[in-house]
């Protein structure tokens, strides 16, 4: 492999014109797109309309003339499309925190229903932080047991005490995909709901809720849904579900008639019951813009031509660093099977007895390499993490990475103090 051949695969890649729907510095090679992707040029201007025509004139009329109300419905519909939804199943609103307490709530309240002596939530111990903790509030407050496991351990447990199984697809930490279909038919299998985060899987890999006939799903705008910094989040409800319970944030925009004004709650119909107040225009009005920005593959393949190129440049730059890389004390974490592989690459770092992850990805950063740092538990579980977004990640990037992380590893840049200090966001 060269760079040159690289540069031809670029050339001959059908999906390679829609990084031109992006902002992105002359030289960057921006590998965080898992973390914060990147700003699509619609935004600018979609914004600027928003503010001075449609909040600026029209002020309160536009909730009606602009479609302000609809934004949620409007936004889900186009997300639905990303994850095997049907129309009027997604919604998008609050942060995937909150929408994660509404699922499992509800999910909790089926469980309760219909098996009330299953009270264990099982969950992967390596499960992103906030997911754990919104779970750990809710079985402290209904009395169950949060059980953690490795995933290979996930199947064994499902057992008669299980009430609900929450995982993400794609692990944030080591990129490994669960098989959404096969784990959700064990759970039902065993009397189970599941509750999936797609925060790592919405616009990055395929994703069939619907043929999986999973329970509830939620994710995240800002990652590979192009959203911007803390963009709305969103929702799905098997439609097997949605009306049977409301979700506990009983807010007046998931009331059946939010305008009449009633004293009481009485929830919408469907997926819109988990709407909670009132919708942020200007955020959902860039959401749209992101999210347009992966449905613009559709007429070249979509989620199925992103999928099979984030897995040519995924497996590109874990070859890359094995080869250019050996002997730095650099590790393959994500799994080598494409397969169980999500849109990106972790690596661990040994040398002398000491991790160096963050210094390393600091130092790539000062050459403008964009990956991130996630700390471990134990410093040997510490990761470096380089996400590929396909709609503008160039197969050349992978390449000029690699050399910059071969050259930090060499020199020993990464030993320099300057790249050791630590900042509040890794
Ligand atoms: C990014 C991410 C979140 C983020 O949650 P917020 O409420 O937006 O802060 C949650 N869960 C997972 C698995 C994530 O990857």
Redesign the pocket.
């Known amino acids: 492999m060269t760079r040159d051949a690289c540069l031809a695969l670029d050339a001959a890649d059908a999906l390679a014109p829609l990084r031109a729907q992006f902002e992105l510095p002359p030289g960057l090679v921006y590998l965080d797109g898992n973390s914060l992707g990147a700003l699509p040029k619609s935004v600018a201007a979609r914004l600027h309309s928003v503010v001075s025509e449609e909040w600026g004139r029209d002020l309160i009329q536009s909730w009606n003339t602009a479609g302000w109300l609809e934004l949620p419905r409007r936004v889900g519909d186009k997300v639905a499309r990303l994850v095997g939804a049907g129309e009027g199943e997604v919604v998008v609103a609050d942060?995937?925190?909150?929408n994660?307490f509404k699922v499992l709530s509800a999910a909790s309240r089926l469980a309760r229903a219909d098996h009330p002596e299953r009270r264990v939530l099982v969950s992967e111990r390596s499960?992103?932080p906030?997911?754990l903790y919104i779970a750990e509030g809710l079985c402290r407050d209904l009395g169950w047991e949060l059980v953690l496991l490795e995933p290979d351990e996930l199947p064994g447990r499902l057992g008669p005490d299980v009430a609900v199984l929450m995982l993400?697809h794609v692990n944030?930490r080591t990129g490994r995909m669960h098989d959404l279909a096969a784990l959700t038919a064990q759970a039902h299998a065993a009397g189970a709901l599941t509750v999936w985060?797609l925060?790592?899987s919405a616009g990055a890999v395929p994703v069939e809720l619907g043929r999986a006939d999973a329970d509830f799903a939620v994710g995240?705008g800002?990652?590979f849904l192009n959203g911007g910094p803390g963009a709305p989040?969103f929702v799905w409800a098997n439609p097997r579900h949605s009306d049977r319970f409301w979700q506990p944030l009983s807010g007046w925009m998931g009331h059946a008639a939010p305008f009449a004004f009633t004293p009481d709650y009485r929830p919408a119909p469907g997926i819109a019951r988990y709407l909670c107040g009132t919708p942020p225009v200007l955020s959902l009005a860039a959401l749209e813009c992101g999210v347009d920005s992966v449905l613009a593959a559709e007429p070249v393949g979509g989620m199925g031509a992103l999928r099979e190129k984030s897995l040519a440049l995924t497996t590109l730059f874990a070859r890359l660093v094995e080869e250019r890389c050996a002997g730095s004390g650099l590790e393959l974490v994500s799994p080598r099977d494409a397969a169980q592989r999500g849109s990106q690459v972790c690596l661990s770092h040994r040398a002398e007895g000491e991790s160096g992850g963050y210094a390393i990805v600091q130092a790539l950063i000062a050459r403008g390499v964009i990956g991130d740092f996630r700390a471990g538990d134990i410093p040997s579980s510490d990761i470096l993490r380089f996400g590929f977004t396909p709609l503008y990640t160039r197969f050349v990037d992978a390449w000029d990475a690699v050399e910059h992380l071969r050259e930090v590893m060499s020199r020993g840049e990464w030993r320099e103090p300057r790249f050791h200090r630590r900042s509040a966001v890794t």
Do not use: G, R
Request: charged fraction near 15%; aromatic fraction near 16%; charge should be negative.
């Open positions: 942060s995937t925190s909150v994660l499960n992103f906030t997911d993400t944030y985060d925060a790592h995240c800002y990652k989040a």
